[in-house]
């Protein structure tokens, strides 16, 4: 209990609805929850992260925004706050240690000022975000999101084609076209599930506008 409150400070006076929490061990790769089931609950993260996203109807899927210790999972909240199912998934990309707020206790918990604004209040933060993805979803090119999706990561990137297509919302052949482009530019260096970042200036230049791989 001590953890989860130095964690999430907005639970400090809810000591009593957390004492009762278990914690859980999640190794990486588990499906915490799915899209279109019931929310069983909370979350709230102590180690690790959570990749939220959602399939498209061509089958593919859109990263929403990850979660991390301290933060709020918005599809979660708003399924708990409407009493509807989930909109998304959840899977953990981490070794991952959390516990479960149980839906009525959810409820019981946001009549605390304190943690009703957090609640809030990242809820803005995580509403703004999307709305950012979905304006580079709908107006970016898709060569401009691969760039700005590598910078940032430091060099090499341990990632694979795969999962920045999940990530981007494509399909794997499409990044690999464009990571191959971006090879023979002189901008990175492509190797098995690593890719190092050679000019992350053009990068930049091309995740801001300014440049084009034409």
Not at 19 to 31: D, F, I, K, M, R
Not at 74 to 81: H, I
Not at 192 to 206: G, K, N, Q
């Amino acid at each position: 209990m001590t953890t989860l409150i130095a964690t999430y400070p907005a639970l400090t006076a809810l000591a009593d609805t957390l004492s009762g929490l278990p914690l859980h061990e999640v190794p990486a790769g588990t499906t915490l929850f799915r899209e279109h089931e019931a929310c069983a609950g909370f979350p709230l993260l102590l180690q690790g992260e959570v990749r939220v996203s959602r399939n498209t109807s061509q089958g593919r899927t859109l990263e929403l925004y990850r979660v991390v210790p301290g933060e709020l999972c918005l599809v979660s909240s708003s399924a708990l706050f409407a009493q509807t199912a989930l909109s998304a998934q959840g899977v953990t990309t981490r070794d991952t240690q959390l516990a479960l707020l149980p839906p009525a206790a959810f409820r019981h918990a946001l009549a605390d000022t304190a943690f009703r604004d957090f609640v809030l209040g990242l809820f803005a933060e995580r509403m703004a975000d999307l709305t950012a993805l979905i304006e580079a979803v709908a107006f970016q090119r898709l060569d401009q999101r691969l760039a700005a999706a590598l910078l940032g990561h430091g060099s090499p990137i341990k990632t694979t084609h795969q999962a920045l297509a999940d990530e981007l919302g494509t399909v794997r052949e499409i990044v690999t076209r464009l990571l191959h482009r971006f090879e023979r530019e002189g901008w990175l260096a492509l190797s098995r599930e690593s890719i190092d970042v050679r000019d992350p200036t053009a990068l930049r230049a091309l995740a801001n506008g300014t440049a084009s791989t034409a």
